[in-house]
């Protein structure tokens, strides 16, 4: 059930009809109404277990003092067997309240309102009518986001899905008994009370290294460009203890990106290379030195180079750009690996032949057409990435609330734990969550999966 207030109502979803049967759902979303003894939304009063224990001592009085002693014992655990199963606190009546913080005025409103629009998808699968949402507009600043978050405390809700962006958490360590389960896919000086739930480095290089073991590919080059993705990937780099051959920091300017990708592949010795061979074939006699002349004339250099792949950090047009570098110092896909990082199924990669083969870790593409879909069909317009997310985390909130007796505490992210969502695998241990993901390839016009 989604709480809201009248205007975000009018403005938001209030005319959209929720159609929910186009796609399967993550486990926690179709799994956890019939685990409990009668559904989740049975709710079990008090005086039933007070009742039940009545009865079975007014039946334990009515038997004949010839009753053995084992017998007597097996009725007394049995009553304290039926006393102690009804936690009382998963029965209880109270919601399961969660906060969503994000922009819903403002410049970044689109990203909020689709944010929301898929977690009213996700509570409807869920179908439980004590799970309620509560959104927030953060305008996207931190301040605001401070504000309404305290608000949302003072209201009993101690889990709040958000805020969108990074910049945004500065204030929230002053709210230390509430969980943010932040959108970002940073992970560097969060608040500690902050789980970032983005599809982070660690996991796509997690991914990307499980590639590299299952091909033998064991020169790989890490090209990270100079701005602030560096310090993600250089950290998630010494924690995932991938093997590499060399890390090569670049330049976000392309005129000084293509003399540092020459250096990196030894581009103006390997062009003198061919130039010299060239004419040593023309000052020699060696026999059919004219037909070997002429194949050497189309290369653009001659010699090995001292890599089998690279890992560009980079995304739309730089990554384009630092693709293109390298093809023109003439290491091309066909030469050495190009793998890049999570693209979303960029199809503007699919245009691009020259670079294909790229490889990359992604979400399970399969799960998020489904998602577009229902979506689309519900909206009438298209989510944003984020929003896909943001279903599974209600599902993966729920999952385990569930799991903890519907207690929310500090321990329910910090517990070893694993659900499967629409994106794929959670990983969840001491307040951290990270992401298995699937594995592609972009070529032939199409994107391929691979794992």
């Not at 608040?191 to 970032?196: A, L, M, T």
């Not at 002349?293 to 890599?307: A, C, M, S």
């Not at 998602?371 to 069909?377: A, K, M």
């Not at 298995?436 to 070529?443: D, G, P, Q, T």
């Amino acid at each position: 059930m989604l709480k809201f207030e009248s205007s975000l109502l009018d403005t938001l979803v209030s005319s959209h009809k929720i159609k929910s049967e186009f796609f399967s759902v993550s486990k926690a979303l179709y799994d956890i109404s019939f685990k409990l003894p009668i559904g989740v939304a049975t709710i079990y009063k008090p005086f039933v277990i007070l009742f039940l224990s009545i009865s079975m001592c007014i039946n334990l009085k009515k038997y004949n003092n010839t009753i053995k002693m084992k017998t007597l014992i097996k009725y007394i655990f049995l009553l304290f067997l039926i006393l102690f199963s009804f936690n009382k606190k998963v029965f209880s009546e109270e919601s399961i309240k969660i906060g969503l913080i994000v922009p819903l005025t403002g410049e970044y409103k689109e990203i909020g309102e689709s944010i929301v629009k898929a977690t009213r998808l996700a509570t409807n699968k869920i179908n439980d009518t004590k799970i309620e949402i509560f959104p927030r507009d953060t305008k996207a600043d931190p301040n605001t986001t401070l504000e309404v978050a305290q608000k949302l405390y003072e209201n009993g809700i101690k889990i709040i899905i958000g805020p969108v962006f990074n910049e945004n958490l500065i204030h929230l360590n002053k709210l230390n008994n509430v969980i943010f389960l932040s959108l970002t896919n940073k992970l560097i000086n969060n608040p500690k009370n902050v789980i970032s739930t983005g599809i982070n480095a660690v996991s796509q290089i997690k991914t990307i290294k499980k590639y590299l073991n299952q091909n033998e590919i064991k020169k790989t080059v890490f090209m990270i460009p100079n701005s602030e993705i560096k310090y993600e990937i250089e950290e998630a780099i010494l924690q995932t203890k991938i093997k590499l051959k060399e890390k090569f920091i670049y330049d976000t300017d392309p005129t000084i990106l293509t003399s540092q990708i020459e250096d990196l592949t030894y581009y103006a010795i390997r062009k003198q290379n061919l130039e010299d061979e060239i004419l040593r074939l023309q000052n020699s006699n060696e026999a059919g030195k004219d037909k070997k002349i002429e194949t050497l004339k189309k290369r653009d250099t001659l010699g090995g180079i001292n890599f089998d792949s690279v890992i560009i950090s980079d995304f739309d047009e730089s990554l384009k750009s630092v693709a293109t570098s390298l093809l023109y110092t003439d290491v091309s896909s066909k030469r050495v690996h190009y793998i890049t990082l999570n693209q979303w199924f960029d199809k503007s990669i699919l245009n691009e032949k020259n670079l294909q083969p790229i490889y990359f870790p992604s979400i399970n593409k399969k799960n998020y057409d489904d998602f577009v879909l229902e979506y689309f069909n519900s909206y009438n317009s298209y989510p944003n990435q984020i929003s896909f997310l943001s279903y599974d985390l209600v599902g993966m909130v729920y999952y385990l609330i569930y799991k903890n007796n519907f207690v929310i505490d500090n321990k329910i992210f910090y517990k070893k734990n694993k659900f499967k969502g629409k994106i794929g695998i959670f990983e969840i241990d001491k307040n951290k969550i990270s992401h298995i993901l699937n594995f592609y390839v972009a070529e032939n016009n199409n994107f391929r999966k691979i794992f």
